[in-house]
């Protein structure tokens, strides 16, 4: 091994880890180069760039806010006091702080982060439509690299959703592409005490050989043709049905689920948060050769009805400060320190953002009548992607905004760019086309360009 990947080994016994495990991830180091993939984090409810990883000191106190800028690991890059943990980690993150489109309500937004595409009709709903365009996960879902029998896309821990609505918000799933592309949902909470994948573990009173039986009388009877179903719709539930049969054998052979298997060391360096937890899960996933993994943002503020998650609407400082800076900053730092030094970062690449920004001057109302004077606005005409791995340069600044935070400057990037960035990554021909069913015509994965940062 090479003197560098000594030291990340060595490194690891910042994360706890014993002599023995440090032993087996010397041998797992020596294995073939990996597949590219992607660990794709969205901070739903759009957190605040301007308080955070773009900060503005010298500009007035009604735009700059109470907190300060701190100094990091990359020269010259600051960010945020209150992520003290993620300052140490920057010289693995480009600060891409050239975000930007125009939709400025949560669900419409959110659909065009998802999705790479500008919203289809007119920003009336948060909610899920049958004519949405298919998330970036969907694509992958139909046109990514499955490894081991695992699902190409997985999505973790929910999809995001406001309580209240009976519908997920937009943008998550296969939409027009079709439903049946879907990515595969891990809909529980990782932290949980006794934490499994429904569906996948095995069952005592099913043993292998039964539920080898069990497959084998499904494939005679699908011998036969029904007569109810067309030769199209039988190759659907046999593909179906042949992925559900590899995905439970691939979760049993591999434990890839099993976050019991970690080490509490481990799993106290994430923090024992729902999105900490959630992280280290989406480590396990590359891990085991999936190729993209989103783990979308949930805590206990989905309750509040003015700010949930990183909607800041109101106590703006207040609500980063003491809830979510803090859950953030322990989980993603821990993350990214466990992927470098596992040597998984130089195939994967890591993207962190939510739909929009945060209004540049404090208790400004932009979209939502709702917006106190301790709180900040949606903005989405410019805000800050965290990006880092898959050959990305570390500790480097791209893209800039004007002196308030409230345009970009320079260096434009889109939604489309994004998920044509990421695609190009995972070895996706972007522009290859898949059928619209909603208004039948041929549609390309991305109309974006491939945003170069290395």
């Known amino acids: 091994m090479h003197r560098r990947r000594c030291l990340q080994i060595g490194g690891l016994s910042l994360l706890g880890l014993n002599v023995l495990q440090l032993q087996e991830l010397r041998a797992a180091s020596t294995s073939p180069r990996r597949q590219n993939s992607c660990v794709f984090v969205f901070l739903f409810g759009g957190p605040s760039h301007i308080d955070l990883w773009d900060m503005k000191p010298g500009a007035p106190l009604e735009i700059r806010g109470e907190f300060q800028p701190i100094a990091t690991t990359a020269p010259g890059v600051e960010i945020c006091e209150h992520l003290p943990r993620l300052a140490q980690q920057a010289d693995k993150l480009c600060l891409l702080r050239s975000m930007t489109h125009r939709m400025n309500v949560h669900g419409p937004a959110c659909s065009e982060i998802y999705s790479g595409r500008e919203y289809f009709g007119p920003p009336v709903t948060d909610q899920a439509r049958p004519e949405d365009w298919p998330s970036l996960s969907a694509l992958v879902a139909r046109y990514g690299q499955s490894t081991n029998g695992l699902p190409p896309a997985i999505v973790l821990p929910w999809y995001t959703q406001f309580v209240g609505q009976d519908q997920r918000i937009a943008g998550q799933t296969g939409g027009r592409m079709g439903e049946q592309w879907n990515p595969f949902l891990i809909n529980s909470d990782p932290s949980a005490p006794g934490f499994e994948v429904q569906g996948v573990n095995p069952q005592e009173a099913l043993p292998g050989a039964r539920l080898a039986g069990r497959r084998r009388l499904l ?236």
């Open 219 to 454: 494939r005679q009877l699908d011998a036969n043709p029904r007569a109810s179903l067309r030769e199209q719709q039988q190759r659907v539930v046999r593909a179906n049905q042949d992925a559900a049969w590899a995905l439970i054998e691939a979760a049993q052979s591999q434990n890839a689920f099993a976050l019991s298997d970690e080490p509490p060391q481990i799993r106290q360096q994430y923090g024992p948060t729902k999105f900490g937890q959630s992280l280290l899960l989406a480590r396990r996933m590359v891990e085991a050769g999936v190729s993209l993994v989103t783990v979308n943002w949930d805590d206990d503020s989905r309750f509040d009805k003015v700010s949930p998650h990183w909607d800041t609407h109101h106590q703006n400082f207040a609500k980063l400060k003491t809830g979510l800076c803090p859950v953030f900053d322990q989980g993603f730092s821990a993350f990214l320190a466990d992927m470098h030094l596992r040597g998984l970062l130089d195939s994967t690449l890591v993207v962190v953002l939510g739909e929009f920004g945060r209004s540049p001057r404090i208790g400004t109302i932009t979209q939502n009548n709702m917006t106190e004077k301790t709180g900040r606005d949606h903005w989405p005409h410019a805000f800050t992607a965290l990006v880092a791995g898959g050959g990305v340069r570390g500790g480097q600044v791209y893209g800039s905004t004007i002196d308030t935070g409230g345009f970009v400057a320079d260096n434009p990037v889109g939604p489309a760019d994004l998920s044509a960035t990421i695609l190009h990554h995972l070895g996706i021909d972007a522009h290859q086309t898949y059928d619209d069913q909603f208004q039948q015509v041929p549609r390309h994965l991305s109309e974006g360009r491939v945003v170069t940062l290395g």
